[in-house]
């Protein structure tokens, strides 16, 4: 059973998740191997993952049956799950909660195909959809206040299948780096009556050596404290806070911004695992002219040891105008 | 040349230092080659370092030259190094400072032994004292005002050679994780008229299911939070907040402590690759009745992916109960 516990110095939340540890592979000590040839996400396999919470399939075909192009189904192996009611203790200084929440998988395409730039523009664009409308249905469940969407693309980064997928984690309380992400930008905000994401986006327009991509509606760019050799972010050009808000012409047009961020990506690193993660506001909080939902992409080129965790200060050794540029210069 | 950049929303601190990346085997994606049979850290190879900036050496021996027991020399790709003087810059909403800092290699042993845990104790507490010292002697420096001392041990937990070492980096900036952890303590201090320090030893040893290991003068334990599998945290039981300050007593027995608790680490795990950090209060602050100075041991047991990254949420699947258990357990 999962529980949440909240370290009580640093107020950071961390999921005890003993059925994680059944996963295949979930040791880096382990041999790298590529895992068998089975693949459970396959159009055909439907059986091998448990029943569909939503999927985009042709008119004539049925539920957890073949016919489909993107498909959404809890993860086998959850860090959170449903529970009648949250439900929290305490133990002196230290604080609990059940492991309320859902853990779900995006299974982004019917075929054995291992990177989302490779998957056709209109698949891009559903796999968007399904991020929106999974985002939007979760919100009702006023006992969640966040969902999370990140991607793990390669075994190096952590992911235990080849077949290009992406999860969501929805919890009942916000993410400390979410937070701490809101509560700077609206410092920031408070300070000079505009938002960080516009100045942003003002400037790098302007200086232009950290741009990656610059569509009508995005901007890709390598933020200036790059923690990662090679980290990309997609910022929306117009105000919005909740991924769940965004329009369908913006979904349309993210699908493009972020295959083609992605195929930059590839072309000019090689194909090398990567994460990358949506913030986007709290489900319980009204539209925050302060923040907005965005995508961080971070290449796993370098190992993060020691000095990192324990200091919160990150040693890059690629400056972003550099990376940038390379990004730019990758065309297909 | 190095450079430090913050990010503006976050306040995090980032190094651009591109002199890292010509570190031999610096990427994941790279072959995990166990490197040369060439030590430069051994003894007799002293030509193949920076020349010393302290050693714990026999009487009869002359600097950079063999008869060593624990040596400290510059790290040959510092991510931060000496410049005349601090200087700051604005970009727009951006910061920026130069990179004067020192990033310093304690060399452990002066043969080739790949973990501290199987140096006698007699050397690990010679390996304590060299932290002190440096920590000591870097205060002088009005301009540093943190030091951080960490160690990857093995290839997988960022090490890029085989030969038991540490790291220390001094910065002019105190790392945001050490910032975070002092204010957390600070409100906690302040709600509660004690320290969060002396209340998490009394309630570890009032329950005992997640002590490591109990000394006269110092507690080990799985914190409660634990954000990683087997995470251990070595205490000292009286206040103290800056590790310089410690006692030659308590670095006996610290010696003592810490190479018990990397040998249960190695006897439950099978030698993991391990990080730890050493965290200690700012140079230019006094004693803080508040903080109290701690090591935090990580094995690196799963691999940290996309979702620990983009919400400081942490998924971890072995209860501290379970990990201390077995680490008590694991008797020489």
Same mark, same amino acid.
């Given at each position: 059973?999962?529980?949440? !516990? ?12 003993? =059925? ?39 008119? =004539? ?72 409308? !999974? ?23 952590? #992911? ?9 984690? #929805? ?9 701490? &992400? ?15 994401? =516009?100045?942003?986006?003002?400037? &790098?327009? #302007?200086?232009? %050596? ?42 349309? &047009? ?11 990506? &590839? ?16 489900? =319980? ?14 290449? !796993? ?9 324990? %200091? ?19 065309? #297909?």
């Amino acid at each position: 059973m999962p529980e949440l !516990r909240k370290d009580p110095m640093m107020r950071r939340w961390v999921v005890m998740a003993p =059925d994680r540890a059944k996963r295949p592979m979930q040791s880096i000590a382990a041999p790298l191997i590529a895992g068998t040839d089975f693949d459970p996400f396959a159009e055909g396999n439907e059986a091998s993952t448990p029943p569909e919470i939503l999927a985009y399939r042709s008119a =004539d075909s049925v539920a957890n049956g073949p016919g489909w192009r993107v498909r959404v189904v809890p993860n086998k192996y959850p860090a959170l799950q449903s529970e009648p009611s949250l439900e929290t203790r305490r133990e002196g200084i230290y604080e609990m909660m059940n492991g309320l929440g859902t853990h779900e998988v995006i299974i982004e395409c019917p075929h054995n195909e291992t990177n989302l730039s490779r998957l056709s523009v209109e698949n891009v664009r559903e796999v968007m959809a399904a991020y929106r409308e !999974r985002m939007a249905d979760l919100k009702r469940d006023r006992r969640l206040v966040h969902a999370l969407i990140f991607k793990n693309n390669g075994i190096l980064a952590g #992911a235990s299948l080849p077949h290009s997928h992406s999860q969501l984690i #929805a919890s009942p309380v916000v993410p400390i780096a979410i937070w701490e &992400e809101i509560q700077g930008a609206l410092d920031f905000f408070n300070n000079q009556r505009r938002s960080i994401f =516009d100045e942003m986006i003002q400037q &790098e327009l #302007a200086t232009g %050596s950290r741009i990656v991509l610059d569509t009508p509606g995005f901007i890709a760019f390598c933020p200036y404290a790059s923690r990662f050799s090679f980290e990309t972010w997609i910022l929306p050009k117009v105000q919005c806070s909740h991924f769940e808000n965004i329009s369908p012409k913006s979904i349309d &047009e993210l699908g493009h911004v972020l295959k083609e961020v992605l195929g930059k990506q &590839e072309r000019a690193l090689g194909d090398p695992p990567y994460n990358y993660v949506l913030h986007s506001a709290p489900f =319980d909080q009204p539209e925050l002219p302060h923040f907005r939902w965005h995508f961080e992409i971070f290449p !796993r080129l370098t190992r993060v040891a020691g000095f990192e965790w324990g %200091s919160g200060f990150y040693i890059n050794p690629v400056y972003p105008e550099d990376a940038a540029k390379k990004l730019r210069d990758a065309s #297909a």
